[in-house]
């Protein structure tokens, strides 16, 4: 059962546009966390949120997990073609077993 | 410190054969996981080990084998290969499984065809 819903799939934008990614369930996560990942190669770590309506920035990145911690979003400000790469959220679950669930990620492609 | 790594790179099976995908990492990370990625469907938690000598099955278990007999390894074997189970593997490391800023290190993936 996927818990994590990724939106959009798919996103193909120019050079300089802002965007903005969202990650929703109707679970409760204990934290989220949002990776990147390059044709080619494992996915890397941007952010890690912990606290509901916490936001965090990583130069233009904005990342914001949702008061109920259900919810994130990662918001790109005038987006460069470097940006270029599939984001994936994952939550962390709560309970006696708990492990990290991905969403399906958002492709995401921009152009010079 | 050359992190997570994989091997093979590429892999091409056919129906009825087995294998064993390589994972070792030397970052001393009590946990270890292995992960399949298929388009659309993001990344499928198969097995995963809090430490050396526990493995416990993760959401899509079924036709893929682990074991830990040490902290640096993670051997994910495949019985009897299929179709189905073409796919990108990916093995993940962490220091503690339990902590909330818990960052998961990625290898580079193992690209598996199954004919």
């Known amino acids: 059962t996927q818990l994590l819903e990724q939106s959009p799939q798919f996103l193909s934008i120019q050079e300089g546009e802002n965007l903005t990614v969202y990650c929703n369930s109707s679970s409760v996560f204990s934290s989220l966390q949002w990776y990147r990942q390059e044709p080619g190669e494992g996915p890397v770590l941007l952010v890690t949120v912990v606290t509901g309506g916490e936001v965090k920035k990583l130069k233009r990145l904005t990342f914001q997990f949702g008061d109920a911690r259900k919810d994130s979003s990662l918001h790109i400000t005038a987006a460069q073609p470097g940006d270029t790469g599939l984001y994936l959220c994952?939550?962390?679950?709560?309970?006696?077993?708990?492990?990290?669930?991905f969403g399906k990620g958002t492709k995401l492609t921009v152009n010079p | 410190n050359a992190g997570v790594t994989q091997t093979p790179k590429f892999q091409v099976l056919k129906t009825g054969q087995s294998m064993t995908l390589q994972c070792a990492q030397d970052?001393?990370?009590?946990?270890m996981s292995w992960y399949r990625q298929d388009p659309g469907m993001g990344l499928r938690l198969i097995h995963y080990s809090v430490g050396a000598g526990i493995t416990d099955q993760g959401e899509v278990p079924n036709g893929y084998n682990v074991s830990r007999s040490t902290t640096e390894d993670f051997p994910l074997r495949l019985l009897s290969a299929a179709p189905s189970q073409t796919s990108v593997y990916f093995c993940?490391?962490?220091?503690?499984?339990?902590?909330?800023?818990?960052?998961?290190?990625f290898g580079p993936g193992t690209r598996l065809t199954v004919l």
């Open positions: 993940a490391s962490s220091s503690r499984r339990d902590s909330y800023y818990n960052e998961q290190f």
């Open positions: 994952a939550g962390l679950t709560q309970g006696g077993s708990e492990k990290l669930v």
């Open positions: 970052m001393n990370h009590e946990y």
